[in-house]
């Protein structure tokens, strides 16, 4: 079945150490992106990819890095820079619509997540 | 901040009542999408509606937009204790490939 795996589901970090979050998608979607989730609110953009070898950081992108040299994957690296990284982190993949003569782009598709809980 | 804001902030109705959620936005956008979460899930996109669309239906789902008033609003009708969830609407903002999320609202359906 299609979709989009994160990795891994929990994880605990010690202060200092940097982690890195996995996020795979079998879609054949070209844009993928980073969201960051903290209790009761919602989600607020990291980093987002158009295309494989280019991304663009987006409202709160200081302390993480990413990269994207294969179309499937995006794995997002939360580094000692990040002044609070505990936060549910959710990667999604976006389909394009290809029919001439409509706006916009189509629906998001999320993973399940990753849970990082520093110590 | 483009983020947009959602009212009320959580709500509990009795099963087979109807719901409804508003959501307030601050640019011009491409389209308007609304997302459900589980709690500890990841998001599932429930429908889309267009700039150029006033209202739109799915199953129990009716979802309406207002351009002049940069607002949109999302119905489920006779609830079920299975939507109990977060809903958050999403904005397609113009020239931008970005979304810009919602603050959520927290639906309970009591049994």
């Known amino acids: 079945d299609g979709g989009i795996t994160q990795s891994p589901k929990y994880l605990f970090r010690k202060e200092g150490q940097n982690v890195t979050l996995s996020c795979e998608q079998n879609?054949?979607?070209?844009?993928m992106y980073w969201y960051r989730q903290d209790p009761g609110q919602g989600l607020r953009l990291i980093y987002y990819s158009q295309i494989v070898n280019d991304f663009q950081k987006g409202d709160i992108a200081e302390g993480y890095s990413v990269s994207r040299e294969k179309k499937e994957s995006f794995p997002l690296t939360v580094t000692s820079a990040q002044k609070n990284p505990t936060a549910f982190y959710l990667c999604?993949?976006?389909?394009?619509?290809?029919?001439?003569?409509?706006?916009?782009?189509?629906?998001?598709?999320f993973g399940e997540g990753s849970r990082l809980t520093v110590l | 901040s483009q983020q947009g804001e959602e009212d009320p902030q959580a709500l509990s109705i009795q099963e087979g009542e109807n719901a409804t959620m508003n959501c307030s936005y601050k640019?011009?956008?491409?389209?308007l999408q609304w997302y459900r979460q589980n709690s500890g899930r990841g998001l599932v996109h429930l429908i889309l509606?267009?700039?150029?669309?006033r209202e739109k239906h799915s199953g129990r789902l009716r979802v309406t937009l207002d351009t002049s008033k940069k607002s949109s609003s999302l119905l489920i009708t006779a609830s079920r204790a299975a939507d109990t969830a977060s809903y958050f609407c999403a904005t397609d903002v113009a020239l931008r490939n970005q979304f810009y999320f919602g603050t959520g609202t927290s639906l309970t359906v009591i049994p």
């Open positions: 879609l054949n979607h070209d844009a």
């Open positions: 999604a993949s976006r389909s394009r619509e290809k029919r001439e003569g409509l706006r916009g782009t189509g629906e998001l598709f």
């Open positions: 509606i267009r700039s150029n669309e």
């Open positions: 640019t011009s956008i491409n389209n």
